[in-house]
C-alpha cells in the first residue's frame, strides 16, 4: 500500500501533527464513524482532564 498524502498539518506548542487520509481513504463512511467514535472516547476525557486542570489553576 502505498504512503498516503497529508492533508493536514497542525501545530501546537512543541507538538506537529500530520494527518494522512491513508487510513481512512478507502472506508465507508460507517467505518469512518466508528474510527472517530474511537478516538472520541480515548481523546476526550484527556482533554477535558486538560481543560479542568487549566481552568482550576486560573489558566484559561
Not at 472517530?36 to 481552568?55: G, Q, T
Request: net charge positive; charged share 30%; with cysteine.
Amino acid at each position: 500500500m502505498a504512503e498516503g498524502k497529508i492533508v493536514k498539518v497542525v501545530k501546537s506548542g512543541n507538538v506537529t501533527m500530520y494527518f494522512h487520509d491513508d487510513y481512512c481513504r478507502d472506508k465507508t463512511p460507517e467505518d469512518v464513524k466508528a474510527i472517530l467514535d474511537r478516538i472520541a472516547a480515548i481523546v476526550y476525557p484527556a482533554l477535558k482532564s486538560a481543560h479542568m486542570k487549566k481552568e482550576q489553576h486560573g489558566s484559561a
